[in-house]
């Protein structure tokens, strides 16, 4: 969907949406159209339960007066206390309707009193655009009436060339984030190591550095943990490594790193899943769908960072050569894990990926995500995602960058009750504690692998990386929970 931006000049054709403030409150262009509409915008509001509350919708089809053929009302709420997210929404749900009724181009008007500089009308554009994504590229049959249809939508506002400036950067976020949501709803036949990592190599046209490490360079660096999670497959493990520096000039150089998951599908390995949801299996490289898109992201708008992103490919499967309950590898950091459970495997992909990137880089900060544990799901379900970190700052950032654009961490504790869990005597550590606090003795592994004074925090986004239940900006499926996150983290604390 194209999303422009221009002048308020009332279309005299098509569907138009305007603004209405809590308390049905016209605003300018909704009382002019109310007036040529012969009072038909203030009648239908009154035959009706709407009332200008934040995410309300209203539609009017043909009004007398004018030649549109439906007006929608957009509630606003009180405007003091409307936030980005809020028009994200709007433009999220107008989107949404337009797709519904097959409108192929529309019309928003966007109204902002004492806000200024276009950032209402750009955010409900980027609304609009989240919202436009589906991921249908194998649906050979659809029909037409269940394809979406809206192509064109126009923002109308009296500060569009601020808009369209604010929205430049909003686009490149949405990329990122439509990559991400792209490579968690491939199948895995489809979308295996090498191949995530092929279409990661793309993104060197927007300046990333991108190289791969095959299973014989991950050998001689010592990466048996990861190395043993992907010895069941036929297909080869990769890292791949993505490096964008965006900040040349700047005083500290170093960077700062996101690392992620991408079990490219999980069958538990030798601990075998059930059949039943194993289909789901495919976006268990969640964490480096994130990654990817994120990297994605920072390079589409040019952000002023130095940033590494690195992301742990396997496939868990089951054979003669599969990693067996019992096996003790050695990981890169030096490290010895006794595997108990094959199908607690991403941690052991993320020890290594964790050890190589704070060996290569020497971060200023990491940060990785993972579709770690069932537990998680457990405790917050499918709204936030778990928060882990041994720096109460980095935690603070997070949570307020997840606020901010709607992407919601919750942080769990960590602490030396809870690293006794994973102590065993066979080795340094196991992969797996007892049935108690799975998420937390899951992160307790992987704080084993990071450096004590470097800041780091883990995302268990297991509960939030895909949706049976869409939302407004973002349709059910593949969400791509993370890259608007990291990237508001990024914007906020660590670009030059």
Same mark, same amino acid.
């Given at each position: ?15 138009? =949406?305007?603004?209405?403030?809590? #308390? ?30 934040? #995410? ?53 008007? +966007? ?54 400036? %604010? ?26 190591? =090498? ?94 769908? +994130? ?8 390079? #589409? ?48 992909? %993320? ?15 990491? +940060? ?68 108690? =606090? ?51 983290? +990024? ?6």
């Amino acid at each position: 969907m194209k999303v422009s931006f221009a002048a308020v000049t009332l279309p005299k054709s098509g569907a138009l =949406a305007v603004p209405v403030q809590e #308390g049905r409150k016209l605003l300018p262009t909704a009382a002019q159209l109310d007036k040529k509409t012969g009072g038909a915008l203030s009648r239908a509001m009154s035959g009706s339960r709407f009332e200008g509350k934040s #995410g309300e919708l209203l539609e009017i089809l043909v009004p007398a007066g004018i030649d549109n053929d439906r007006v929608l009302l957009y509630g606003l709420g009180d405007p003091k206390k409307l936030v980005d997210r809020d028009l994200q929404d709007a433009g999220g749900n107008l989107a949404a309707k337009l797709n519904a009724v097959g409108e192929k181009a529309a019309a928003v008007v +966007v109204e902002a009193p004492g806000r200024g500089k276009g950032a209402w009308a750009a955010n409900l554009g980027y609304g609009a655009l989240l919202a436009s994504y589906r991921f249908d590229k194998y649906k050979t049959k659809e029909p037409a009436s269940k394809k979406l249809s809206l192509a064109k939508l126009s923002v109308l506002t009296a500060e569009a060339a601020d808009a369209r400036k %604010l929205y430049r950067d909003l686009e490149e976020i949405a990329a990122g984030v439509f990559l991400t949501r792209d490579l968690v709803s491939e199948p895995a036949n489809v979308l295996y190591p =090498a191949e995530l990592a092929a279409r990661a190599k793309a993104l060197s046209k927007l300046g990333i550095k991108v190289q791969v490490l095959g299973e014989a360079q991950m050998e001689k660096l010592g990466m048996g943990a990861l190395l043993g999670v992907g010895q069941g497959s036929a297909r080869e493990s990769q890292l791949l490594v993505m490096r964008w520096d965006g900040a040349p000039k700047a005083k500290d150089k170093r960077p700062i790193a996101f690392v992620g998951k991408g079990v490219c599908f999980d069958t538990g390995g030798i601990s075998i899943k059930p059949a039943s949801g194993m289909e789901d299996m495919k976006w268990d490289m969640g964490g480096a769908g +994130v990654v990817v898109g994120l990297m994605r992201a920072l390079a #589409g708008r040019k952000a002023q960072v130095n940033a590494v992103g690195i992301c742990g490919l396997v496939e868990n499967m089951p054979s003669g050569k599969a990693q067996r309950p019992g096996d003790i590898v050695t990981t890169a950091s030096g490290q010895t894990v006794e595997v108990l459970n094959t199908d607690a495997e991403g941690r052991l992909v %993320l020890a290594d990926a964790l050890w190589y990137v704070q060996d290569k880089f020497k971060p200023r900060a990491i +940060v990785d995500l993972a579709t770690l544990t069932g537990a998680i799901i457990v405790s917050l379900g499918s709204v936030h995602a778990g928060l882990f970190s041994n720096d109460d700052a980095l935690s603070e950032q997070l949570a307020t960058a997840g606020k901010e654009v709607g992407e919601l961490v919750w942080r769990l504790p960590l602490g030396k009750d809870y690293d006794k869990a994973i102590d065993t005597e066979a080795a340094d550590m196991k992969n797996i504690g007892n049935r108690e =606090a799975g998420s937390i003795t899951a992160a307790q592994f992987l704080q084993r692998f990071v450096e004590k004074d470097l800041a780091w925090a883990h995302l268990d986004i297991a509960g939030v990386t895909w949706s049976k239940k869409g939302k407004p900006t973002a349709p059910k499926g593949g969400t791509g929970f993370g890259v608007r996150l990291l990237d508001r983290l +990024v914007a906020a604390h660590y670009e030059s």
